[in-house]
């Protein structure tokens, strides 16, 4: 079983940043494979950026490639996502989710196995 509680997300400013923290529970969260997702109002849950369980590899949605940066520390349980250069079109609620099959990556939301309650983040003009 592993729980996931995002925080870090607020109001910003076109051209801001934002760091959201996903805070993991259980012993498999180190060999998992993270990723974020964001759902804005009206839309689908899309994938934004992922790091691979197994060796750290990093995967990004094409439209945030350059501005966010995915990591993790295994020592806290946790990953981040460094938001920069943030959008309008940004807007959303951010969701953490895990796949226990760490050697897998996916851009699909249902192979996702865990996901944290989501937080806002909201880009003015």
């Known amino acids: 079983q592993v729980q996931l509680v995002e925080s870090g997300g607020g109001l910003v400013q076109a051209g801001g940043s934002l760091r959201l923290s996903c805070a993991g529970s259980?012993?498999?969260?180190?060999?998992?494979?993270m990723a974020w997702f964001r759902q804005a109002p009206g839309k689908e849950r899309e994938f934004v950026a992922a790091?691979?369980?197994?060796?750290?590899?990093?995967y990004y949605e094409d439209s945030v490639k350059d501005r966010f940066t995915i990591s993790r520390d295994n020592a806290k349980n946790t990953v981040y996502l460094q938001m920069n250069s943030l959008r309008p079109e940004d807007t959303a609620v951010y969701h953490c989710?895990?796949?226990?099959?760490?050697?897998?990556?996916?851009?699909?939301?249902?192979?996702?196995?865990?996901w944290g309650q989501g937080t806002q983040v909201t880009v003015s003009s």
């Open positions: 989710a895990a796949m226990v099959a760490g050697w897998l990556v996916s851009r699909s939301a249902n192979m996702y196995n865990y």
């Open positions: 259980g012993r498999t969260f180190s060999s998992s494979t």
């Open positions: 790091v691979r369980g197994n060796d750290g590899t990093t």
